[in-house]
């Protein structure tokens, strides 16, 4: 199976910090990972994704870095504003079978990101 | 570009009530899936679709239903409303496994 989990329920920062968010998961055979930002009242936003043949990639101001061998990715925000607000989980993605092609997406619990001014 | 619709927003029940979570999407995406978002949990799916006329069951089934008639719409059917379905349900789609769900605002549901 698989488990998402990430290291801290809350975050705060000031604005114009730089924000790390991070996540573990347990299956080494997880090959596709995505973050995803929640406003209150609104459905997970697409933020960016990496696979697992890449170890970095980089979108506008997010950054995310995944590390295998501790099955570990973050997600990085520079010059975070206070748009940023907003609760941010992780997913991963493993194959439920091999030569197939169903797999299975596990949500993280969510870190709620607090920007103050 | 719509995205994915979702209604209604609100919906509160009395248990052994049915109703339907209308779903659409305008993206032509052929993978469909509902989840339901609880606190302290992540989202967890309960019902997918990978294309029109197909679905299949997810982590959470149990008490629901669906039916994929049109790459479109796929509504989420509630047999009986229990306590326990109270949460907040998202609809999501995408392309291919290998992009990014979409999701859409989501129905928050009580059952009392």
């Known amino acids: 199976g698989e488990s998402v989990g990430l290291h801290l329920p809350t975050l705060s920062v000031q604005e114009g910090d730089n924000s790390i968010i991070n996540c573990a998961y347990s299956n080494s055979a997880s090959d596709y990972f995505i973050w995803y930002k929640q406003e209150s009242g609104k459905g997970p936003q697409f933020i960016i994704d990496?696979?697992?043949?890449?170890d970095k990639r980089q979108g506008q101001r997010v950054t995310v870095l995944l590390n295998k061998t501790v099955k570990h990715l973050s997600l990085q925000i520079a010059a975070t504003q206070p748009g940023d607000s907003a609760v941010y989980f992780c997913?991963?993605?493993?194959?439920?079978?091999?030569?197939?092609?169903?797999?299975?997406?596990?949500f993280g619990k969510g870190t709620l990101l607090t920007v103050n001014p | 570009n719509a995205g994915v619709t979702q209604t209604p927003k609100f919906q509160v029940l009395k248990t052994g009530q049915s109703m339907t979570l209308q779903c659409a999407q305008d993206m032509n995406h052929e993978y469909m899936s509902w989840y339901r978002q609880d606190p302290g949990m992540g989202l967890r799916l309960i019902h997918y679709?990978?294309?029109?006329?197909?679905?299949d069951q997810g982590e959470v089934p149990n008490g629901y239903n669906v039916s994929r008639s049109t790459t479109e719409d796929f509504p989420l059917r509630l047999l009986s409303a229990a306590p326990s379905q109270t949460s907040v349900y998202f609809c999501?789609?995408?392309?291919?496994?290998?992009?990014?769900?979409?999701f859409g605002n989501g129905t928050r549901l009580t059952v009392t």
């Open positions: 679709s990978v294309g029109a006329g197909i679905t």
């Open positions: 997913a991963a993605r493993v194959k439920q079978n091999s030569g197939g092609s169903n797999y299975k997406l596990t």
């Open positions: 990496i696979r697992s043949n890449m």
């Open positions: 999501a789609s995408t392309i291919s496994a290998s992009s990014p769900l979409h």
